[in-house]
Structures are given as structure tokens and as C-alpha cells.
């Protein structure tokens, strides 16, 4: 298992190319799961898990990983299906999203796939919002095609941690505030739940918020207007944009709009919760203004106030 992570560190240069790799597991049942290697720390066999008296029904208890104590959620649990039984079998995917470390409980760890956000597709829409997918995709096993279903790890955090979307005081600018009630901000994220914790926290001080699922929906928006005539910026005051998003990720959708004279101007802030060191780099890359760490309503305040700041 180990050789399957040795080389998740070299793996960067895929970003930024619309590709991406997949960590593909078993959670008690035939259906293949996955999540992004990017999120990922590392892969272990299952350590000694300590009970923790009175956490969430999802999180089993804690394990401690050279000095630091990281909660062990049974991920089978948490998107709906039969908890899975703590033995031998099982494994232990480490993550961090949003500045949190946690562990999720599987079962067995099948492989990395190497493909593109192209393949890449949203849930049907008949599914419901009930579901716990951001995406699927297809893979070739054995000359036949199975379909791995990608978790919104987003969403099954925001039901077991609770994320605070209100602003502290202070960090209001009051003068800032009056223009911009009325200003629109298109917000790009697969994960609803994303969407809706952003949407919340610009919300409240007015702004009107245009919501898109992917980075192509975004760029055909875009380039709507821009067909019509519009003036991008007069549209919207900026852009802020997931990273990982199916069809197209976030950093693709900065270079389509960078290398588009009709909007290249647009502010673009990066909001994601892959690494910040990561992202400072890639931001520089693609030619992002600001990165944004999920969720942080403060921080996603000031760059919008800076924004605003700006233009006035």
C-alpha cells in the first residue's frame, strides 16, 4: 500500500493541465469510491483507534499519528450506508480539508487512475440533493468499464464539524459595505454545499450571488456576455473559484479567462481547501489574484472589500 503513495508528492505537475489523479477504495461494498490524491496525506492499515465519548455518531474515536491526535470518521456511515466494522481489513485514508486533519475509515485501497477533469462528470441531476457524490467517472477494468463515484468530502464534513459563516466584528468595513449591496459575485464550486456556505457569508452584506457547478458552465457564462457585447466587469465584481471541479478545474478555467482579451481583466480569487503553500504557487501560475483557504467568512470578506476598494 505504501508504494501506491510513495509518489503523490511528484504528482503537482498535473495541476494546472486539467488532469488530475484519483484514489480509488472499497467501502464494504462492490461499488469503487474516490477521492482527489491531492487531499491526501497518506494511506496506513488500521492503528489503534481510541474511543472519544460523546462525538459525532460518524466519528468512531481518535487515533494518534507521530504526536498528533486525528479523528477517525467511518466514512460508509457519514454518506448513509452500514458502518463499516472495525478489523484488520480496514484502512485509513489521512486528509486535510479546510486546515482540519481528519481520517476516514475504508475498507480496501484499490489504486491511483490518472485521468482528466474531462471525464470528470457532475451527478445526474435526478439524483437528489440527498446524495453525497461531487462527481463520476469511468474506468477500464478488465476490458469492461466500472463507475467510481466520487465523495463530496465537503459536504460530509459540514454535517459532522459545524462551520460558522458569520462575520466577526470588525471586519466590516461600513464605508466599503454601502457599495457593495447590489454588486453581483459569480461564485464556481461543485460542491453545493461550498456554494452554499459562500453564498451565506455574502449574503449578509449584500451581494448578490450567480452560482455555477463547474469551471466550463463559468467560462460559457462568460463568454456569453462577452458575446452579447457586455463588459465582464460591469457584470460582476470578481470570480471566485473552487480548484477541483469536474469538466474543468479551477486553475483552467483561470488561464481560458486570462488568455480571452474580453475578460481578462476579471478578479479571480481561488477558493479552495487543498494547501495553502500549494495553491500560493499555483495562483502565480495561472495568473490567480487572491487564494482563498475554505471556509474562512472573514478572509473571503476582505478579499471582496479589497476588491471593491479598488474600483471605487
Known amino acids: 500500500m505504501s508504494s501506491i503513495m510513495d509518489s503523490v508528492?511528484?504528482?503537482?505537475q498535473l495541476v494546472g493541465e486539467n488532469r488530475l489523479e484519483l484514489l480509488?477504495?472499497?467501502?464494504?461494498?462492490?461499488?469503487?469510491?474516490?477521492?482527489?490524491v491531492f487531499k491526501v496525506q497518506e494511506v496506513v492499515s488500521l492503528p489503534r483507534v481510541s474511543i472519544l465519548p460523546g462525538s459525532h455518531p460518524s466519528v468512531v474515536g481518535v487515533v494518534n499519528m507521530r504526536g498528533t491526535t486525528i479523528p477517525v470518521i467511518n466514512l460508509p456511515q457519514a454518506i448513509g450506508m452500514r458502518p463499516l466494522e472495525?478489523?484488520?481489513?480496514?484502512?485509513?485514508?489521512?486528509?486535510e480539508y479546510n486546515r482540519t486533519i481528519q481520517a476516514f475509515l475504508v475498507g480496501e485501497i484499490d489504486q491511483i487512475v490518472n485521468t482528466t477533469w474531462g471525464n470528470i462528470q457532475p451527478p445526474p441531476r435526478t439524483a437528489g440533493r440527498g446524495h453525497y457524490l461531487t462527481a463520476i467517472t469511468q474506468i477500464e477494468r478488465e476490458n469492461r468499464h466500472s463507475i467510481v463515484e466520487i465523495i463530496d468530502v465537503e459536504k460530509v464534513l459540514a454535517e459532522i464539524i459545524t462551520y460558522d459563516t458569520k462575520i466577526s466584528e470588525g471586519v466590516l468595513d461600513e464605508h466599503i459595505a454601502e457599495h457593495l449591496h447590489g454588486k453581483r459575485v459569480l461564485i464556481v464550486d461543485d460542491s453545493s454545499t461550498a456554494r452554499s456556505l459562500?453564498?451565506?457569508?455574502?449574503s449578509a452584506v449584500g451581494i448578490e450571488v450567480i452560482e455555477a457547478y463547474d469551471g466550463l458552465q463559468a467560462?460559457?457564462?462568460?463568454?456569453?456576455?462577452?458575446?452579447e457585447?457586455?463588459?465582464?466587469?460591469?457584470?460582476?465584481?470578481?470570480?471566485?473559484?473552487?480548484?477541483?471541479?469536474?469538466e474543468m478545474d479551477g486553475y483552467k478555467l483561470t488561464f481560458?479567462?486570462?488568455?480571452?482579451?474580453?475578460m481578462s481583466d476579471l478578479f479571480i480569487a481561488l477558493n479552495t481547501s487543498l494547501s495553502g503553500s500549494f495553491n500560493d504557487a499555483m495562483v502565480e501560475k495561472v495568473g490567480c489574484d487572491r487564494f482563498i483557504s475554505k471556509f474562512q467568512p472573514d478572509k473571503l470578506v476582505e478579499v471582496v472589500q479589497d476588491r471593491m476598494r479598488q474600483i471605487i
Not at 481560458?256 to 474580453?262: A, F, G, L, T
Open 256 to 262: 481560458e479567462i486570462r488568455n480571452d482579451p474580453r
Open 86 to 95: 472495525i478489523n484488520n481489513k480496514c484502512n485509513l485514508i489521512i486528509t
Open 219 to 227: 467560462l460559457n457564462l462568460l463568454k456569453g456576455w462577452a458575446d
Open 24 to 36: 480509488l477504495f472499497s467501502l464494504s461494498s462492490i461499488q469503487t469510491f474516490a477521492i482527489n
Open 229 to 246: 457585447g457586455k463588459t465582464i466587469t460591469d457584470e460582476i465584481l470578481m470570480m471566485i473559484t473552487d480548484a477541483e471541479m469536474p
Open 198 to 202: 459562500v453564498n451565506q457569508t455574502l
Open 9 to 12: 508528492n511528484q504528482r503537482t
